[in-house]
């Protein structure tokens, strides 16, 4: 083995005229991981992995996959599904995989059979001689999910890859990107949402405004905050959660809270405060999550940001529209 | 390498196998064929309606021998032509009446009056509900002419026979000499240069479109960033426009081959009627064929370029339209200037317009059919094309680059500029 990290990105940066898209950006994917590429919307992401496929070309700094320089051959070994995607409308479901198979350079009898197995895995085998327009979105999602990996990648990137999947489809694709790792196959992908990211990744890398925020293993990431973190699920009273005593700031997830305590506040304590005047379901003494952390570190939550650059991207629309 | 064969497999299967190319490959010609075959039937139908026509003849000369030139016969062995002779010594204005009462109702046709002195002043006049009939009129008048000239002729004691063939016109054959040494008769083989000079706008035009009209496609259907994650944009595009240009060389052969059956159906019917008919046949040489593909490809090639890159600038075909106008305006410039070419083939500001790569599929490919320009002009014509296609495709894969994965608003000349240095 050439080198224990699939991906290294060092030091890479790429403007867009006064517009910095991605500014110094380095990070190691360790193999055989499952690497979370989070942030909000227009901090970089899709432009940070167009560089690692060589589709963008980046104003300075150095990418190496495999062990290699990244060059347009090695787009064989690396498995791509943009955020921006879509099929010919007027091909045929067969006709199509085998075309990309093809493009991908795998043999014709060998992309056939391999056609026949994703579609038989995703439930699609009798959609083969269709055309693609007569698919569902989320049919069409699973067909270009199979073009991603139906070479068997030893690299998988997904930019979105759960964006506009119904929860049954967002699951198959989950558990098959977890069969993936089991493998031993390295999957990066990116995502807003940081909650699936929590569940799924054992890697990440945070991103915000063109600049790394923060990377590493989650689980040492998360043991760097220490358990100061107590997420209630409660019916009743709620005073507690404005306790100046112990918390110091708290999240309302509708079906439970987060709460931060006060360096050296006593979990026990709170639990004794609180048990009076609130029926507790649960209560436990954790971590503090991802949207915690991206909020301690750069001062907003990943979703205020998405609103703010939602914002900015519709003023963007209208101005052009006039 | 391998992975451009794909690509260009796809858009030419695609585009062949679909029902565009169909309905213009094939319809077309069997359009053609079916004009060719319904004009031919009805230029040797005989018309199958007697004319009835009554002639009033003040000088008493020219109504027989006017009656007997009319010999022409209908299918059912009837005369064209039925004429009455009115012979009534009743005031003119009389019989007039009564002949037009006749037309009206349908039992004549029309009435024609030679005046008393026809001889000396031709004064004849035709009466009927329709004088339209241009080729009716040609006719009368022609007939009419060659009696009273004859008539004429003989009361001079001249033999009409005698002057007929002392006044025979004369014909002045064109031949060209060319380079080669061989003469050939170049007015049919004009026309056969200009319609394929047409074929060349139009199919240079329309395949060009339809490369831009491709990207569009890839870009609108969100397919493209997926076959870049195979395949480089160049080798994309490059793909596309070999792909396309194939489509058209498969029309052409399509084409070629009907016509050749056309032209034979053509001339076999032509020569029941005529029986030099090969002769008439324009003799087009080879070489012109061959010229023909040589600049369809190159200006194919250049203006595919350009359309590609409009393509991956604009987001959908409304926007194409508006910016496509430039490029498409390039190629009908020489449509405008054709008559120029035709009148003064080698003079400099023709010479000069054809050198320039964008006019030179038509412009140079008129003057090689016309006056075959000196090789060195032809060569460095084309030199030169080759040189801007070079240039086109570098820039046009650096525009085509940025522009497939840009959507939203059209870039401005210069954000345009400035992607050339993004890639």
Known sequence: MESSETLKVENVS????????????????????????????????????????????????????????????????????????????????????????????????????KIDYWLRKMELVEWKEKKVNELSKGMQQKIQFITTVMNDPDLIILDEPFSGLDPVNADVLKDIMLDFKKQGRTIIFSTHRMEQVEKLCDHICLINKAKKVLDGSLREIKRGYGKNTVVVEYQGDNSFVSD???????????????????????????????????????????????????????????????????????????AAAR | MKKIFYIIKREYLQRVRSKLFLVGTILTPLLLVGIIFISIKFSTMKTSVQHNIALIDLSGQVAQPFAGAFTDKLDDGKPQYNFQFINENRPLEQIQGELSKRVMSRQLDGYMVFSKNVLEDGKAEYHARNVADLTERAIYSQTLSNLITNLRLRKEGLDPAKIEGL????????????????????????????????????????????????????????????????????????????????????????????????????????????????????????????????????????????????????????????????????????????????????????????????????????????????????????????????????????????????????PSLPELMRWLRYS
């Open chain 1, 14 to 113: 790429k403007r867009f005229d006064s517009f910095t898209a991605v500014d110094a950006l380095s990070l190691q994917v360790p193999r055989g991981t499952m690497y979370g590429f989070l942030g909000p919307n227009g901090a970089g992401k899709t432009t940070t992995i167009r560089m690692i496929m060589n589709i963008t070309i980046p104003d300075s700094g150095h990418i190496e996959i495999l062990g290699q320089r990244m060059t347009e051959d090695l787009k064989r070994h690396i498995g791509y599904l943009p955020e921006e995607r879509g099929l010919y409308p007027k091909m045929k479901v067969g006709e199509t995989l085998l075309f990309f198979g093809e493009v991908k350079g795998m043999k014709a009898s060998e992309a056939k059979s």
């Open chain 2, 167 to 410: 006044t025979r016109k004369a014909r002045v054959t064109m031949l060209k000499i060319s380079e080669s040494g061989d003469k050939e008769e170049r007015g049919q083989t004009f026309g056969v240069s200009y319609v394929l000079m047409m074929i060349l706008y139009t199919t240079i035009l329309m395949y060009g479109i339809t490369v831009m009209r491709s990207v569009i496609e890839e870009k609108t259907s969100r397919v493209v960033e997926i076959m870049l994650s195979a395949v480089r944009p160049t080798e994309l595009m490059a793909g596309k426009i070999i792909g396309v240009s194939l489509v058209a060389m498969t029309q052409y052969l399509i084409w070629a081959a009907a016509g050749t059956l056309i032209f034979g159906y053509g001339l076999a019917a032509a020569s029941s009627v005529l029986p030099n008919a090969a002769g008439y046949l324009p003799k087009i040489p080879p070489y012109v064929f061959v010229y023909f593909v040589v600049f369809f490809l190159l200006g194919f090639l250049l203006y595919a370029t350009l359309y590609a890159a409009i393509g991956a600038m604009v987001n959908n075909d409304q926007e194409a339209q508006q910016v496509q106008m430039p490029v498409t305006m390039l190629i009908v410039v020489p449509i405008i200037m054709v008559g120029l070419v035709i009148r003064t083939p080698d003079s400099p500001t023709v010479v000069a317009l054809s050198m320039v790569p964008f006019f030179a599929p038509i412009l140079m490919f008129m003057r090689i059919t016309i006056q075959t320009p000196p090789w060195t002009q032809i060569v460095a014509c084309i030199a030169l094309m080759l040189a801007t296609i070079g240039l086109l495709i570098w820039l046009s894969a650096k525009i085509y680059r940025v522009g497939i994965l840009m959507y939203g608003k059209r």
């Open chain 1, 244 to 318: 100046g005593r112990f918390i110091q700031s708290s999240n309302d997830y509708g079906n439970f809270v987060e709460l931060k305590l006060k360096p050296g506040a006593n979990p026990q304590e709170l639990l004794r405060s609180m048990v009076d005047k609130t029926t507790i379901s649960r209560f436990e003494v954790t971590e503090p999550s991802l949207n915690e952390i991206f909020k301690e570190i750069v001062g907003q939550s990943v979703e205020q940001l998405n609103a703010e650059n939602q914002e900015r991207h519709q003023a963007m629309f209208s």
